[in-house]
C-alpha cells in the first residue's frame, strides 16, 4: 500500500494547547450567547437543569424518539433490530456547562434495569463521568456516579475549591437515559454551554468502539479522541451488530462528519470484510466526494499467540482488508487513510478483559494508535 497514506505523526507543541484552549474559550462564549431560556427547579440546598434544555455532543440526529438516542427514529425497523436496539444507548454522548458551585449532583433515570455486565462495571454501563478543564487546558477527572438503581440521584463531587470552572459530563455507555439533570450548589452561577457546530469525526464500529470495557465513559476511545484532540465526536459503535450494512450505511452518508472512521472488523468474518468493505466506501464516498476515510484492522487477540487458528483469521482479514484498500485508491478514491491493528492494545499482552475487549489501559493505546493518524488526517486537511 502506499506509504504515504500510513505514515503517522504525534506531534503535540505548547502552541497547539494553546491554540485548543482559545478554540474552546471561543467556543463556550458563542455557544453562551445563543443559550436558549432554561428555567431550573430548586429543591432545599440544589438547583437542578435538565440537560435536555441545551443538549448533548455526540448525537448525529435530532429527528429521535428518545433524545438520548443515538440513530434518528425512522430507523426503527430499516436498521437491523440489534443495530436499532443498541442505538438507544448514549455511548459517546457528553454535555458541557459552566458553574462556579462547589457542590455538583445528577439524577437521571436509565433505560434498562441491566446495570452491569460481567465483564464490565456498573460505572462504565450505566455510569456518568464528569471532568473539569484545567487552566493549562488539560480535562481532568473530577466523579464517577456508582449506579445501583435505575433511578440515579448522586453528588459527583463537592466541597471544592471555590471558582469558576468549565465541566463536560460523559453519559452512559452500555445503558441508556430517558431523563438527566445536573444539580449545582444553590445560589451559584451556572451556565450551559451549547454542542458545538464544528463537524465531527464519526466512528462507526464494534464492541470496542461502543465502549467495551471501559470502566467509565470518559475512558470510551471516542471520549479520549474528543478530549486530546479538541473536535466533538459521535460513536456510533454497535456491539456485536456492528456489520457494516447499507442500511447503516445509508444513515452514515447523511452526515457531515470531518472523518469518517470505519472499524467493524472484529466482528466480520473473513467474507464479509471482502463482500462489505468496498460497497460501503463507494456508498459514503458517492454522498461525501471529500470527507477522509479511515479504515481500521482489527486488533490481535493477546492470545493468539498459542491459538494458531485465531491468528490465522486475524490475518486472513487484515490481508483481504489491505486489498480492499489498495484497489479502492488503485480505482482513483481519495482521501482514504489505513490503519493496521498489529499494535492497537500494545505488545505485553496486560490490555483486555477477556482477550477482546479493552480494558482502560487499552483503551488509552487504542486512543494512542488512533490520535498518530487522526492527526495526519486533520493536518492534511
Excluded at 289 to 308: C, G, M, Q, S, Y
Aim: glycine share 8%; aromatic share 6%.
Amino acid at each position: 500500500m502506499p506509504s504515504e497514506q500510513v505514515l503517522l505523526r504525534q506531534e503535540q507543541t505548547s502552541a497547539r494547547a494553546l491554540l485548543a484552549c482559545i478554540l474552546l474559550a471561543s467556543s463556550i462564549a458563542v455557544a453562551q450567547s445563543t443559550l436558549p431560556a432554561i428555567a431550573p427547579a430548586s429543591q432545599d440546598t440544589i438547583t437542578w437543569y435538565a440537560v435536555s434544555s441545551w443538549g448533548v455532543e455526540g448525537r448525529g440526529w435530532s429527528d429521535v424518539k428518545r433524545f438520548y438516542d443515538r440513530l434518528p427514529g425512522r430507523a426503527e425497523g430499516a436498521v437491523p433490530e440489534k443495530v436499532w436496539g443498541l442505538s438507544r444507548h448514549s455511548a459517546g454522548m457528553s454535555c458541557r456547562f459552566i458553574t462556579d458551585a462547589t457542590e455538583i449532583q445528577v439524577r437521571y433515570s436509565l433505560l434498562s434495569p441491566r446495570l452491569e455486565m460481567a465483564h464490565m462495571p456498573a460505572t462504565g454501563v450505566s455510569g456518568v463521568d464528569l471532568y473539569t478543564l484545567l487552566e493549562d487546558g488539560q480535562w481532568r477527572w473530577i466523579g464517577t456516579t456508582q449506579p445501583t438503581q435505575q433511578r440515579v440521584l448522586a453528588t459527583i463531587i463537592k466541597g471544592m475549591r471555590p471558582g469558576r470552572r468549565t465541566y463536560m459530563l460523559y453519559l452512559p455507555l452500555y445503558n441508556g437515559i430517558d431523563s438527566l439533570e445536573i444539580g449545582a450548589t444553590k445560589g451559584s452561577a451556572f451556565d450551559p454551554v451549547l454542542p458545538r457546530s464544528e463537524r465531527p469525526i464519526v466512528f462507526y464500529g464494534t464492541s470496542i468502539m461502543h465502549g467495551a470495557c471501559a470502566s467509565r465513559p470518559g475512558m470510551a476511545i471516542t471520549a479520549i479522541l474528543g478530549r486530546r484532540l479538541n473536535v466533538p465526536t459521535i460513536n456510533l459503535g454497535f456491539s456485536g451488530a456492528g456489520k457494516m450494512e447499507p442500511e447503516v450505511g445509508r444513515l452514515l452518508a447523511e452526515l457531515d462528519p470531518s472523518v469518517f472512521v470505519l472499524d467493524c472488523l472484529p466482528n466480520l468474518t473473513s467474507d464479509e470484510t471482502a463482500e462489505r468493505v468496498e460497497p460501503l466506501v463507494r456508498q459514503l464516498r458517492a454522498a461525501k466526494p471529500k470527507t477522509p476515510i479511515l479504515l481500521v484492522e482489527d486488533r490481535i487477540f493477546p492470545n493468539a499467540v498459542v491459538l494458531p487458528d485465531r491468528l490465522e483469521g486475524h490475518r486472513k482479514r487484515h490481508a483481504i482488508l489491505q486489498e480492499v484498500f489498495e484497489r479502492l485508491i488503485a480505482s482513483g478514491v481519495k482521501d482514504l487513510f489505513y490503519l493496521e491493528g498489529d499494535g492497537l492494545l500494545g505488545d505485553d499482552g496486560e490490555a483486555t478483559v477477556d482477550g477482546s475487549h479493552p480494558t482502560d489501559l487499552g483503551m488509552m493505546r487504542y486512543a494512542d494508535a488512533y490520535e498518530k493518524v487522526l492527526r495526519r488526517i486533520i493536518d492534511v486537511r
